[in-house]
């Protein structure tokens, strides 16, 4: 049970390696996963219409302004520079928004006038959380919208009505352990806030219908995750979206529709509603696939849907 001897480099290994375990019997598997994307606009087929930044480029989650010219861009379109970016499709030019940290979660007022950032900092157990304000065009300077103290928000989504939140919120008791759960702040004021969906299991990657009334997340607790969606506030029947597993949902503009990733495919599950509020799966479809970043258990999703919904 201790190292001897020295070294010795593995012919072949990748240098996107991200997790290897070796078996009693010397076979080796590998977990292989590239640190560097490019951020691409397509088509519901998968197609890719657009380069907006080429390789390399970090971890990254982009969202559509609501009139649909610009993308706010948080994480790392320049390598080491993790920052809040925005892209504007009409130009093709890349800005920073600075608000001097890497954002945990990015999102637009209902008029487009503002992007919301929220970051964490400390360790969870002096950890601190604040969501930041600043106008789209840069024309004053960041402020704190929210005061979070001892919470670790790790994403979440604005509401149509511009003020209320829906956070990712994790509550694992140390850094050994991640548990995540959603919790709804109903203004700037609102610093506890309301639990939306919690329990022993994670629930993450909320997001609100464009009319508000329902709320669509992930959740393990079947044992892999899925995509649900529940009438906002409630109370309302749980609607399972995904069948074979999924995570990351992003509602479609006019709402009936539901797409959300499992493993590397893109699918869509289209609604019907109810006469009492509720909603049903009348079918599910694979969009396509391809080499994207993350998965079901991401916190937020790595995409976003164009206003026009044709578009990724």
Known sequence: RRTIGEPIPVPGTPEGMAGATLSPDGTLAMTIQSDEYEVVMVNDRGTVERILIESPVDEIFPRFSPDGRTVALGGGPIR???ELWLFNLD???????????????????PDGARILAATASGGRSINRSRIWSRAANASDEPSVSVELPERWIVGGTLAPDGQTLAITENVGPDLSEDRFDIVVLESAEDSVGTPFATGETDELAPRFSP?????AYASDESGRFQVYVRPFPGPGARVQVSADGGG???????G?????????AMMVATLSAGGAGDVSVTSRERLFEGDFFGGPADTKASYDVHPDGRRF
């Open 211 to 215: 009319d508000g009334r329902f709320l």
């Open 256 to 264: 009936r529709r539901v797409f959300y990733r499992t493993d590397q």
């Open 80 to 82: 080491d520079r993790r």
């Open 248 to 254: 990351q949902p992003v509602w479609s503009p006019d």
């Open 91 to 109: 130009t093709g030019l890349l800005s920073q928004l600075g608000v001097g940290f890497d954002p945990h979660m990015v999102e637009w007022t």
